[in-house]
């Protein structure tokens, strides 16, 4: 079972590696979408990207609330565990 | 001369404004609801759409040009007028530019503004002619993009998201070049400039430049999305691809500027 760090690690890793995101920006409050410029269709990439390590799949209405590094990891993990 | 020409071009340009959206209206209650009664499917209606207001915009603009209010010049149009099924970005510097490039190409779509779907003078235009609203989730937006670019339209798209500022260009926006890559499409770059500048965001309609303003429409060349599929995410090649084209139009503008 992957913990919250796990989690954030493994999201740190893709939003440099998809999204060019400079790493000391990757915090657990920056906001997707202010903060690290990603868009819509970057966040519909990084959710299909977030499936492989939940296993399990995502819709993209789970995401829709999701404003956050933090939020991302928060509702990877609650998926994870229900 | 001056204070007569000022206010000719006044008045020219107020009853411009107000025939666009009357000529929205009128058409909307006459013409398309039989384009709508003769097209035997949405393709054809959204054909028929487009060409009528294709010759309308060209008729508007003949008359704007005629009774003196602006000048177009055209003399570097290029490929835009034959374009079919290509993603053509513009930037943004005026009110009038949707209008030229429709009357310049039969075959655009629009991405616009989901209050439009409201507005009731353009709502039956945008709506005849399978414009694309901007609220559409993103799954759903890529769906009719593909759709209208698969039918050999041209999408019309101002990657800026709105006006520009006066001989500049604002940060793009990269949902353009996702849909090209995704599509294989064609991206055709317009430079639109306007001298002395009228129409810019945040000015009132009246107030008209000292002289007659020139509108020119040029060809920048096209690019093939494809090129950026190399790279190993989607999301990579986009940004390397608007960040390509936002310095292709920078350098075209500070020469302009210079």
């Not at chain 1, 868009?39 to 956050?68: C, H, N, W, Y």
């Not at chain 2, 008045?11 to 909307?28: C, P, Y």
């Amino acid at each position: 079972m992957l913990s919250q760090e796990d989690i954030f690690e493994k999201l740190r890793g893709y939003l440099e590696e998809m999204f060019e995101v400079p790493p000391d920006k990757i915090v657990l409050d920056a906001r997707l979408f202010e903060d690290l410029d990603l868009d819509s269709i970057d966040a519909v990439d990084l959710v299909t990207k977030m499936q492989e390590i939940s296993g399990k799949k995502i819709r993209p209405e789970q995401f829709r609330t999701v404003r956050t590094v933090g939020d991302v990891v928060e509702r990877v993990h609650e998926l994870l565990v229900g | 001369m001056g204070l007569l020409d000022r206010l000719r071009r006044l008045v020219g340009t107020g009853l411009a404004f107000a025939s666009l959206g009357l000529g929205g209206m009128v058409l909307a209650a006459t013409v398309f609801p039989v384009i709508a009664l003769i097209s035997g499917n949405t393709g054809d209606r959204i054909r028929r759409t487009q060409h009528v207001v294709h010759w309308s915009f060209r008729l508007y603009i003949l008359l704007l040009r005629h009774s003196r209010i602006i000048d177009l010049d055209v003399s570097a149009i290029g490929g835009i007028p034959a374009c079919r099924g290509s993603i053509i970005v513009a930037n943004h510097p005026t009110l009038l530019d949707v209008v030229l490039l429709m009357s310049l190409n039969p075959h655009l779509r629009c991405i616009v503004k989901h209050q439009l779907w409201e507005n009731p003078f353009l709502s039956g235009v945008v709506k005849s002619a399978g414009y694309i609203r901007n609220d559409l989730p993103s799954d759903a937006m890529a769906r009719a993009c593909s759709e209208a670019l698969a039918s050999g339209s041209n999408l019309l798209v101002f990657p800026e998201g709105t006006r520009s500022h006066q001989g500049e260009i604002g940060r793009f926006h990269r949902g353009f070049a996702n849909l090209a890559m995704l599509t294989g499409t064609e991206i055709r770059m317009v430079l639109i400039t306007c001298n002395p500048v009228t129409l810019v965001k945040g000015e009132p309609w009246w107030r008209i430049p000292d002289r007659r303003p020139t509108f020119r429409v040029a060809d920048m060349g096209a690019l093939e999305a494809s090129d950026y599929l190399s790279y190993p995410y989607r999301s990579i090649g986009a940004r390397r691809l608007v960040a390509c084209i936002e310095e292709r139009y920078s350098d075209r503008l500070a020469k302009n500027n210079g």
